[in-house]
């Protein structure tokens, strides 16, 4: 069954919660990764990771799967819905490079405990820029995470240069990665 999938960052911002959920139910969207989330209710429909900064939601008002099982980490929570693999992540950009290698690796281990590799979708806020997937230039976290999908056999699933995120000094293009319908075994570890 085909599902309808949305990623917000919603930097912690309640009212910004409250229309989440007004906008999965008035477009009938099943699956919502959210960054930065207000809070991380204590819902069936609510899968978040350790530290509160990532969670998976399911509209339970469009027919959306249940959560057949939840893995935490840090920045990063991991569940299958259906058939599909769904791990949210987020890395904040007020954090060193260095942190940002450790976590694309610790992101690496958390990938192999996939209970299927060929349908997952890796989706959420990395606050890493490249142009394979639209924007206009190519940061160094961008690059690491270009290394990290082939490392991991993903593949970009977006397209279009329309911006993500939306500020007075410029935008972003999030990336959504996936291998979901490859015929071809991810490659396990970290890059």
Not at 10 to 19: F, K, T, V, W, Y
Not at 94 to 104: K, Q, V
Request: overall charge positive; hydrophobic content about 35%; some cysteine.
């Amino acid at each position: 069954m085909a599902q309808k999938f949305v990623v917000a960052n919603i930097n912690h911002c309640a009212r910004s919660q409250d229309l989440l959920h007004q906008s999965l139910a008035q477009w009938s969207i099943q699956i919502c990764v959210v960054s930065e989330p207000y809070h991380i209710p204590e819902r069936d429909n609510w899968a978040g990771d350790k530290d509160g900064m990532v969670a998976i939601v399911t509209n339970t008002s469009a027919n959306s799967l249940p959560f057949k099982s939840v893995r935490k980490g840090h920045g990063c929570v991991a569940t299958r819905i259906g058939d599909i693999e769904v791990i949210g992540v987020y890395f904040s950009p007020n954090r060193p490079f260095a942190e940002f290698e450790i976590y694309m690796a610790q992101l690496g281990v958390f990938l192999s405990g996939c209970e299927r590799r060929d349908n997952v979708i890796v989706t959420g806020d990395l606050n890493a820029k490249s142009v394979a997937w639209g924007s206009p230039a190519t940061d160094v976290q961008g690059e690491l995470v270009e290394d990290w999908l082939v490392a991991n056999g993903l593949v970009i699933i977006n397209r279009g240069t329309v911006h993500t995120c939306v500020r007075r000094r410029g935008g972003s293009i999030r990336p959504t990665r996936s291998n979901r319908g490859r015929k071809k075994r991810c490659m396990g570890g970290t890059p």
